[in-house]
């Protein structure tokens, strides 16, 4: 089985830029979450989609960062514009339903603005 | 979010038990999970416990007390491959958080 899908997997972009990121879940997943992981802050919850609605964005750090989820099968993270300080991996997870259920990570994307 | 306070490093040698301690909070507590890292990896799953006691995955076992809103992660055996960061979730609301992980270095 495909696991959690994100693209790109590494980024190098300049301050101001805009930057998008990729997610595409496990199929049959109804919940997805994205993190953003640093050393100084460890695993940080952003939002969390179910049925393709947000259901919690307060983890979200400020305006410039926006999610969608337009179907089942795909999401997206945009940061608009970007700072250095947004350097982080950001992981999108999925599962399925049942409270505890486990969450699957995808990769990550490893993003460095400059 | 939500606060769970744990270890930021623990060394053992190979062979050894370990214990990895969590602390959380009970608001909307609903499980505790366990996640292990390796480094430029994703976490991935290792156990989950939503009753009061022990859960057993192999090598590894997870135990939850709910009154006190403790749980720990044993791992036994020690093996090199083991050497990763290990993070307990607190499942709240439709949601984990996570804490800020424990760095286990297994040495021979």
């Not at chain 1, 969450?103 to 400059?114: A, C, D, P, Q, R």
């Not at chain 2, 370990?18 to 990896?41: A, E």
């Not at chain 2, 057993?56 to 809103?69: C, H, Q, V």
Request: glycine share 10%.
């Amino acid at each position: 089985d495909a696991g959690v899908i994100q693209s790109p997997r590494h980024e190098v972009t300049e301050m101001g830029q805009e930057v998008t990121l990729r997610c595409k879940p496990i199929s049959g997943h109804n919940s997805l979450f994205w993190y953003r992981q640093t050393m100084m802050r460890g695993l940080e919850l952003l939002i969390y989609f179910n049925n393709n609605v947000p259901i919690d964005d307060s983890g979200m750090p400020e305006d410039r960062f926006s999610a969608k989820m337009p179907n089942a099968s795909f999401s997206t993270l945009k940061i608009q514009p970007s700072e250095p300080r947004d350097s982080a991996v950001y992981f999108c997870a999925s599962s399925f339903g049942q409270p505890g259920n486990t969450i699957y990570f995808g990769e990550g994307s490893w993003l460095t603005v400059v | 979010g939500q606060s769970l306070e744990q270890p930021s490093e623990v060394t053992a040698v190979e062979g050894a038990i370990v214990q990895i301690n969590c602390t959380y909070q009970t608001s909307g507590f609903y499980g505790l999970s366990w996640y292990q890292q390796h480094d430029g990896g994703a976490p991935t799953f290792l156990s989950y416990n939503a009753l009061d006691g022990l859960e057993e995955t192999g090598r590894f076992s997870s135990f939850l007390s709910r009154s006190d809103s403790y749980g720990y992660l044993l791992l036994q055996e020690l093996q090199m491959k083991d050497s990763a960061s290990y993070f307990c979730a607190q499942y709240n609301f439709n949601k984990f958080y996570f804490g800020s992980g424990t760095k286990l270095n297994v040495k021979p």
